[in-house]
């Protein structure tokens, strides 16, 4: 088994992911349920976080058979397209994803650090909770949805996993942003104009920054 270099820089990203979002994180998991207004919608809250599991793990696997520790029919070509070294095409697009990847953990741990007290992982609103504007919230409304999604696209793209691309494209992105639209009609119910006002800061984007000419 050998670890090819968008692989290497993969691993080495997400031990750094890991180190930097512990404390923030942690804090989220422990403020999980407390809210003064919370659905338990399965749809809503277990949902994307179950799907996105199921994405890191086909992810995990499709970087072995990307590096030879997994081979055969069953692996490829659906986990990654070749367990050969990668070059020319190929490569690129393994690097591409390596760097939507990196974007991605941008958004997602600076979102948890701009949410900070307001921080829960699951979808409803704290007691003390306001609205925020500060750090990657000025740019999307959801931040670490945003970046929970470019992460694992970025990251099937550079284990080039067919399976994973699909899977985040066609089941992820759809229940996270369908919990982000779950997550501004209670803050609109609670927070009401002031909500609003900030919506309309950032062009009511809720992943992708208005400095880009599309997105949603």
Known sequence: MYFNAPSLAVIGLT???????APVLAKGFARRGKGVKYESN?????????TALLNIAIVVLSFLAYNGALQGPIWQPAFAVTSAPPEGALLIVSWIGFLIMFS???????GWYSLGEALSTDAEILEGQKVRNN????????????????SLF???????????????????????????????????????????????????????????????
Request: charge should be positive.
């Open 154 to 216: 970025g990251a099937s793209l550079a284990a080039t996993s067919i399976l994973g691309v699909l899977l985040v494209s066609l089941v992820v992105a759809p229940l996270w942003l369908n919990r982000a639209k779950y997550e501004e009609k209670i803050l609109i119910e609670t927070f009401g104009q002031n909500y609003k006002d900030y919506a309309e800061q950032v062009g009511w984007r809720r992943l992708v920054p208005r400095f880009f000419p599309i997105g949603v």
């Open 104 to 110: 991605g953990f941008i958004f997602m741990i600076g």
């Open 42 to 50: 399965f749809v809503i809250q277990r949902a994307p976080q179950y």
């Open 15 to 21: 031990c750094v992911g890991i180190v930097v979002s």
């Open 135 to 150: 750090g990657l919230l000025a740019f999307v409304m959801h931040p670490i949805y945003s970046g929970i999604i470019q």
